[in-house]
């Protein structure tokens, strides 16, 4: 999702922008395929080396993940496989083939792991102490880079991003989910009952574009091989995002716990300080409402 808006952003700036998908993807489905995305699995050394050959790139943007905390707990080997070795492979295609170009690693608020309310809003300079599989291979995907910074003077940039949120995303995150389970049930299709996990816990929500907006200001301005969060200084309880999404669909329903949405571990709050990313020039352009409507809206065109 993250990495879709970063190319139209990219485009927007007038650069040359070139994509890689796994050949299993939806894209490979379409009756006419899009040039500029390349069929290849970061997990394919020699494959990425060829494309990489091919494309010659100056700006290498790393988002290829499995980005869900949740799904971490039951793919942790695929998720430690993509995430760390996918993200060797890229860093070594980079340091051989381009080893001037420009790199940029999707790192994440789950390395910070089991956060105190007192401890917010967090700094960068906090220990690191993940506690999802998730947010262990995160935490080796910014090892890595930092690794290649400093032994081979690469130029590896490493936003920490907290919770990104925009449209053309699955329903693998909390507000995904309510998004898609509202537009349902406001088409008829299904009964007017939602299914939610944990309500009280509290989370830096960032709109995808405002998030990208960050990314570009740090691969532009910022400093290589140092941390930065990408937030926006401000949490939301999920209760609250609920709320604001049932109101933004104007339907009644009522609302069920739902043991399966529930995680072995959730911190209570997860709040970001973001002063690092404004001191960069960054200012927040979307609230809140702005970014769930489009969410909202964007499920119900794909219901």
Known sequence: M???????????????????????????????????????DILGYHDLAAVF??????VVIHMAAQAFNGTSWQSEEITHLTNYQGTANVLRCSRTIVPKARVLLACSSAEYGNIRPEECPVKEERLLQPFSPYGVS????????FQNFANYGMAVYLPRCFIHVGTGHPPATAIQNFARQLALIAKGKAEPVMKVG??????????????????????????PGQP???????AYKISEILEMLI??????????????????????????????LRALGWE????????????????????
Not at 198 to 211: K, S, Y
Not at 214 to 219: A, C, K, R, Y
Not at 228 to 234: A, D, K, L, S, V
Request: negative net charge; hydrophobic residues 40%; glycine residues 10%.
């Open 2 to 40: 993250i990495g879709s808006h970063f190319a139209n952003a990219c485009r927007a700036k007038g650069w040359d922008t070139v994509g890689i998908a796994r050949n299993s993807a939806s894209s490979r489905l379409a009756a006419i395929g899009d040039p500029s995305v390349i069929g290849c």
């Open 53 to 58: 050959d091919r494309v010659r790139p100056d």
């Open 138 to 145: 995160k935490v080796g995907v910014e090892c890595l880079g």
């Open 198 to 223: 944990t309500l009280t816990t509290a989370r830096d929500f960032i709109d995808v574009r405002d998030g990208v907006r960050g990314m570009m200001l740090l691969l532009e301005s910022g400093q």
């Open 228 to 234: 930065i969060n990408i937030c926006t200084g401000t």
């Open 247 to 276: 109101d933004i669909a104007g339907i009644n329903v009522s609302v069920e716990a739902d043991p399966a949405l529930m995680r072995p571990s959730d911190e209570p709050l997860l709040l970001g300080d973001n002063s690092k």
């Open 284 to 303: 927040r352009k979307y609230t809140m409402r702005e970014t769930l409507t489009a969410v909202y809206e964007d499920w119900l065109s794909r219901i």
